[in-house]
C-alpha cells in the first residue's frame, strides 16, 4: 500500500477500514511503544499501552480531527494512557499503604483490649487468693525479693514462702486457663 497522507489515514480510520488501521498500526506502534516504554519502563505495560491506544482509536473513529496529525493524537494518548496507568498504581499502593496501616492499627488496638481484659482476670484471681498466700506472691513478684528476704521479713519458714508461691502460681494458671 503507498504511504498515505494524515487526511486519507481519519478518512480511512473513520471508514474502519482495516488495511488503513494496520498500516498505521504498523507504522507508528514502535514509536508509541518507545514512548511508553519511557514512562512506565516495563515492556509489558507498554505494549499493552500501544495496544489500548490503537484499540480506542479505533472505537472513537469518528471523533479524529483530520487537520491535526494522527502520530500526535496517538502520542498524546499514550502519553496521557501512561500516565492515568502511573497514578492509578500509586493510588493502588496508597490504598494498601492505608490498609496495612489500619490493620495495624486495628491490630494493635486489639491486643491492648485484650491485654487489658488478661490483666484484669490475673487481678481478680490475685485478689482471691488468701491474703498470706497474695502477701507472698505480690512480695516476690512486685517488689523482687528473694524467698528468704520473704521469709524474714514476715517471719515465716522459707518452705511456707515456696508454698504460698507454689500455690499462687497453680491457682493463677488454673484460673486464666479456665477463663478462656
Known sequence: MLPLNNTDIVNGVRNRDKQVFEVIFNQF?????????????????????????????????????????????????????????????????????????TSTES???HLLLEHKELEAQYLSILEKLPDQCRRVFEMSRFKGLSPTEISQQLNISINTVYTHLTTALKKIRLGLLNQQ
Do not use: G
Not at 512506565?40 to 495496544?51: I, M, N, P, S, T
Not at 494512557?81 to 497514578?87: M, S, V
Not at 498504581?89 to 492505608?98: F, L, P
Open 29 to 101: 506502534s514502535p514509536s508509541m511503544y518507545s514512548i511508553a516504554l519511557r514512562y512506565l519502563r516495563d515492556q509489558d505495560e507498554a505494549q499493552d499501552v500501544v495496544q489500548d491506544v490503537f484499540l480506542n482509536l479505533w472505537r472513537t473513529a469518528d471523533n479524529l480531527d483530520e487537520r491535526a496529525p494522527v502520530q500526535h493524537y496517538l502520542a498524546r494518548a499514550t502519553v496521557n494512557t501512561c500516565l492515568n496507568r502511573i497514578k492509578k498504581a500509586q493510588r493502588q499502593q496508597q490504598y494498601a499503604k492505608e490498609q496495612q496501616f
Open 107 to 109: 491490630t494493635v488496638e
